[in-house]
């Protein structure tokens, strides 16, 4: 059993700033490629980054490149998603996600879903 538990969502104003932490149970976390996803209301779920299991290499989708950066401390089961200069664009449901097989963008190759935390930029 896998359990993923997002928080640090909320609404802000564009320019903004939130943090995001996804705290992991029930797996080995360590061994895990982790990964961020989101959703918005009509669209498909896309990558927005991702991290191998030693936290040596991070990937991120083009749209966040720059602003979003991806972390995790392994001592502690948690991944973090500091977002800045936040744009409405970047509004939508948020989630977090484990996988052993590919550290990719892609939604395909993840077992292990968290239950999401709503991200609202403002104008």
């Known amino acids: 059993q896998v359990q993923l538990v997002e928080s640090g969502g909320g609404s802000v104003q564009a320019g903004g700033s939130l943090r995001l932490s996804c705290a992991a149970s029930?797996?080995?976390?360590?061994?895990?490629?982790m990964g961020w996803f989101r959703q918005a209301p009509g669209k498909e779920r896309e990558g927005v980054a991702t991290?191998?299991?030693?936290?040596?290499?991070?990937t991120y989708a083009d749209s966040v490149r720059g602003r979003f950066t991806i972390s995790r401390d392994n001592a502690k089961n948690i991944v973090y998603l500091q977002m800045n200069s936040l744009k409405p664009e970047d509004t939508a449901m948020y989630y977090c996600a484990a996988t052993l097989r590919i550290c990719a963008l892609g939604p395909m190759w993840y077992d292990n879903w968290g239950q999401g935390t709503q991200v609202t930029v403002s104008s």
């Open positions: 991290i191998i299991s030693d936290g040596g290499v991070t």
């Open positions: 029930g797996l080995v976390y360590s061994n895990y490629c």
